[in-house]
């Protein structure tokens, strides 16, 4: 990586926070860097100490092209770090180790040393300097029971050159962790160190495809990754309100993976697109293993017909409302000549209801099928489906669109239509056989 050095600035920042710090230290240096902006603090050494500079404070800080997740500019980054440097600058020059105490139920050590709060004022008075006093006194009390380094939290700016991917584990090293997780787990539900599985009914004794397995599978397992040591950091609010529990080193994690999407803890200089791939861990065998395990029965995936059918139902169901029980859509549905008379009737129930619906959400989906609904206007009903699911299932994608997700277009049916479909469909009208699996072979029967 290329991290020539551009320039040291001393002042014009375009941070005031930056220039601030001139006041305490007798130098102030800031290099630009291609990832980082590197920031040293420090103090001429007094003759006798046989060196030249002590430096109090180095920090790498991300630049701002080294987070593609992170719009902040540099000046915004620099001003983010020098601020708390700000806050706690008194304690800085003079380090030292806390003991170790005992915290109460309220999470305040017995042994800290404490800090006398004002009286809250009686009157609409008094409250602007009451707020003043209180923070002063709150931080007071921080500094006193902690260490710059303890109130001195920067995770989120602070860049690491470290590329902690090369510690991810391999494809069959990953599946053979889901198996421990799903072994521990499944009759144990709950968050462990290395992994979380907290819903083992979403995936246990339910007859279902291998898609939905699949999809079953990214929501109801977490797998940790990579652990690493992170250091205790007071915690504190922007009042300065402690927070703080038991000083003590904890186990966290680079990485976490559901399903087959990994994802990462805090910012890299590289995105989301250039993290290894495990698409492919729950192969046909890691499936079989998983079923047996779960007692889950196999099924095939639903028909393009049948996900239209659920999710008209459920569209009937949001516009019916809260007279929907009195309706009876299923039964009624059924006594009806034609779809025009059907929809006739509907939109008379629902003014006698005086039910005026409105808005839209999320229809049935399974299989890697998503429904929508809008009842706005006249009404909409879209089914899609990734690509690759489309694929796999080795079912027609002709004359289907796609969208900007990466789906195909499977159903998207508007206003009449809705009505005419829900009709035939739901009537068991159709007798001729037919591959059904896009919008423009079900108007061909429709018409």
């Known amino acids: 990586m290329s991290c020539c ?32 902006q590197l920031l040293i603090l420090r103090d001429k050494a007094s003759t006798s100490k046989n060196i030249d500079w002590i430096v109090w404070l180095q920090i790498k800080i991300a630049a701002d092209t080294a987070n593609p997740n992170h719009s902040a500019s540099n000046a915004e980054n620099l001003s983010s770090v020098c601020k708390p440097i700000l806050d706690w600058i008194e304690i800085l020059k003079v380090p030292y180790e806390k003991k170790v105490s005992q915290v109460n139920l309220f999470g305040e050590s017995e042994d800290d040393e404490v800090e006398t709060m004002p009286e809250r004022p009686t009157g609409e008075k008094g409250w602007d300097k009451y707020w003043k ?48 997780a799903i072994t521990l787990g499944k009759d144990n539900a709950g968050r462990y160190e290395e992994f979380w599985f907290d819903t083992p009914r979403y995936l246990k004794d339910t007859p279902m495809s291998d898609f939905e397995l699949r999809s079953r599978l990214k929501h109801a397992v977490r797998l940790h990754l990579v ?129 005026k619906p ?26 899609t489906q990734s690509i690759d699911d489309r694929l796999l299932m080795n079912r027609s994608i002709e004359a289907l669109l796609e969208n900007d997700y990466e789906e195909f277009i499977i159903h998207n049916i508007k206003g009449d239509d809705i009505y005419k479909l829900a009709f035939e469909l739901l009537n068991g009208i159709h007798i001729k056989k037919s591959t059904q699996t896009s919008l423009f072979d079900f108007m061909e029967l429709a018409a």
């Not at 320039?7 to 291609?34: C, G, I, M, P, R």
């Not at 995770?155 to 889901?178: A, G, H, I, Q």
């Not at 805090?266 to 250039?274: C, E, R, V």
């Not at 989906?365 to 609904?373: H, K, L, M, N, R």
């Open 5 to 36: 050095t551009i320039k040291k600035n001393k002042t014009n920042s375009a941070s005031k926070e930056y220039d601030a710090l001139n006041k305490h230290f007798d130098s102030v240096e800031l290099e630009q860097h291609e990832k980082y």
């Open 133 to 180: 006093d209180s923070n002063k006194a709150k931080i007071n009390y921080l500094k006193k029971n902690y260490t710059f380094l303890e109130l001195f939290n920067i995770n989120f700016y602070e860049y690491s050159n470290v590329d902690y991917r090369k510690k991810l584990p391999t494809m069959e090293e990953v599946r053979e962790l889901y198996k421990q």
């Open 227 to 355: 652990p690493y040591t992170r250091c205790f950091s007071a915690s504190y609010d922007m009042s300065y309100t402690n927070h703080s529990r038991e000083r003590e080193e904890t186990t966290d994690y680079k990485y976490f993976l559901d399903g087959e999407r990994l994802s990462m803890s805090g910012w890299h200089d590289f995105d989301k697109q250039d993290l290894p791939n495990y698409v492919g861990v729950f192969d046909t065998e890691m499936l079989s293993w998983i079923r047996e395990e779960l007692n889950i029965e196999y099924v095939d995936a639903i028909s393009d017909e049948n996900i239209l059918k659920e999710n008209l139902k459920n569209y009937f169901s949001s516009l019916l409302w809260y007279g929907k029980d009195e309706y009876d859509f299923d039964n009624k549905i059924r006594t009806f000549k034609d779809w025009k008379q059907f929809k006739s009737h509907i939109t008379a129930y629902l003014k006698e209801k005086d039910i």
């Open 358 to 383: 409105n808005g839209g959400g999320s229809g049935y989906s399974i299989d890697g099928f998503d429904g929508d609904y809008s009842l706005d206007k006249k009404g909409s009903v879209i089914i």
